[in-house]
């Protein structure tokens, strides 16, 4: 099993930034993928951005150009750096950790608001 803590989220103006982390712990070496997903009130989980262990990182077209997601191996962390932040990004932001024979498991959520 694989332990996923979020933080970061919070309340920012229209156009301003965040960046939201995610500590990873447990069974590491199972992870094929690392993302975020987000789930607006009322709307389905979607897709935010996704970093393979060995490959590029995609983005959903709403937000590419202004997200951006790293890793850093070293601290066990993922990063999601949001950019020129619209109201319509509000949402709970979940981290997810797609690991082999299609196991998935799930941070606790971090709030992300925009107002406008």
């Known amino acids: 099993q694989v332990q996923l803590v979020e933080s970061g989220g919070g309340l920012v103006q229209a156009g301003g930034s965040l960046r939201l982390s995610c500590v990873v712990s447990?069974?590491?070496?199972?992870?094929?993928?690392m993302g975020w997903y987000r789930q607006a009130p009322g709307k389905q989980r979607e897709l935010v951005a996704a970093i393979p262990s060995d490959g590029s990182a995609n983005y959903a077209n709403s937000v590419k150009d202004r997200f951006t997601i790293s890793r850093d191996n070293a601290k066990n962390t993922v990063y999601l750096q949001m950019n020129s932040l619209k109201p319509e990004d509000t949402a709970v932001y979940y981290c997810?950790?797609?690991?082999?024979?299609?196991?998935?498991?799930w941070g606790q959520g971090t709030q992300v608001t925009v107002s406008s």
């Open positions: 997810n950790a797609a690991r082999t024979y299609g196991r998935n498991d």
């Open positions: 447990g069974s590491i070496f199972s992870i094929i993928s």
